[in-house]
């Protein structure tokens, strides 16, 4: 069996370039926000590093998801997008998917884990979609959504392991070094893989010389064991108050874009990410959800040593109900 030849593949898929970045920018404009670069003086003091923030908990619907979301959709039929997609989600593709199908005319259908945080999960059925439950620690998501995209004649789009979604999410990175600039590191949060894929795309291609790394949770360390083992390890789905990073393995789109192309992966732990909650809301007045602080915890833990660099760092989200987010800010006061 031959492979294309006219992109990078592995086991004979086609991955996604930064050419796919470029029309997926195209495809979300006017659509998605154009989210701002922010900077800290008391962050760069802290860390002697040159700090810039992607804020994409400022994204529509408070996550980077709606960019990969948006595109994957718009990048289907009018006859797939009429007869309706299907998605699984811990929360922020699930949300995506719903709003971008209600901007865009498709019915959505959402699988769910029961445990899902309620904001989430209300917002979800704000827009509209219908919701699915499953228990995500007994349950295979994967088997229950081909079982029902099959049955009901829908598109399935994965939250990660998607060309299209990957390539939109790649946009965030774009656009942070098209508005900001050459940077020596960028840093990434790792849940699948699709953010970080999309980044090393865009990055690749913008900034040849900027070294990426993606940073997971401690407790959920697939991406830096795969990484080390050259093939995708699984784990179990991993206790972390990082929900938007408890996938428990990366994709077969996702891995080996990541493998070829990124530094390292570093972990933090969940007080680290409690530490830059409290940081982004006291100082930058942001509310950023605990996933959407890995990155930028790596860099105030030292976890990727940032001292002297320009450092472009992603806020994935910031979806977090308020009862949480109060918690959370309590706990380090
Ligand atoms: C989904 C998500 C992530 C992880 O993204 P992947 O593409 O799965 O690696 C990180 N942060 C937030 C806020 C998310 O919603």
């Given at each position: 069996m031959t492979t294309a030849a006219s992109s990078p593949s592995s086991n004979g898929i086609a991955l996604p370039t930064y050419a796919d970045v470029e029309a997926a920018a195209e495809r979300i404009r006017g659509a998605a926000h154009h989210t701002p670069a922010l900077t800290s003086r008391t962050a760069n003091e802290r860390t002697g590093a040159n700090l810039v923030f992607k804020?994409?908990?400022?994204?529509?619907?408070?996550?980077?998801?709606f960019r990969g979301g948006y595109n994957a959709i718009a990048a289907l039929s009018a006859e797939q997008r009429r007869a309706g997609v299907l998605t699984y989600s811990s929360g922020n593709h699930a949300q995506a998917i719903a709003y971008a199908g209600k901007l865009l005319g498709a019915p959505t259908t959402i699988i769910m884990?029961?445990?899902?945080p309620a904001a989430k999960v209300a917002a979800t059925r704000g827009y509209g979609a219908e919701i699915v439950s499953y228990d995500r620690y007994s349950q295979d998501r994967l088997a229950l959504g081909s079982k029902l995209a099959s049955e009901r004649g829908l598109t399935l789009i994965p939250p990660y392991d998607h060309p299209a979604v990957i390539a939109g999410q790649g946009t965030a990175t774009k656009e942070l070094i098209e508005d900001a600039g050459q940077f020596d590191i960028i840093l990434v949060c790792l849940g699948g893989g699709g953010l970080l894929a999309g980044a090393l795309l865009a990055a690749k291609a913008l900034n040849p010389g900027c070294r990426v790394y993606g940073v997971e949770p401690e407790a959920g360390n697939d991406g830096q064991q795969s990484l080390r083992k050259g093939e995708i390890v699984k784990i179990d789905v991993p206790k972390t108050i990082a929900d938007g990073a408890q996938t428990p393995f990366l994709g077969d789109y996702t891995f080996p874009i990541i493998r070829d192309l990124v530094e390292d992966i570093v972990t933090v732990p969940d007080a680290a990410l409690v530490a830059a909650m409290r940081f982004f809301a006291e100082r930058m007045k942001l509310v950023v959800e605990p996933t959407g602080c890995l990155a930028a915890a790596a860099a105030f833990t030292g976890a990727v040593p940032v001292e002297g660099k320009r450092v472009g760092i992603i806020l994935?989200?910031?979806?977090?109900d308020l009862a949480s987010f109060a918690r959370f800010i309590g706990e380090g006061a």
């Open positions: 804020a994409e908990n400022l994204q529509r619907m408070g996550a980077f998801k884990p029961q445990d899902a994935s989200g910031g979806n977090v």
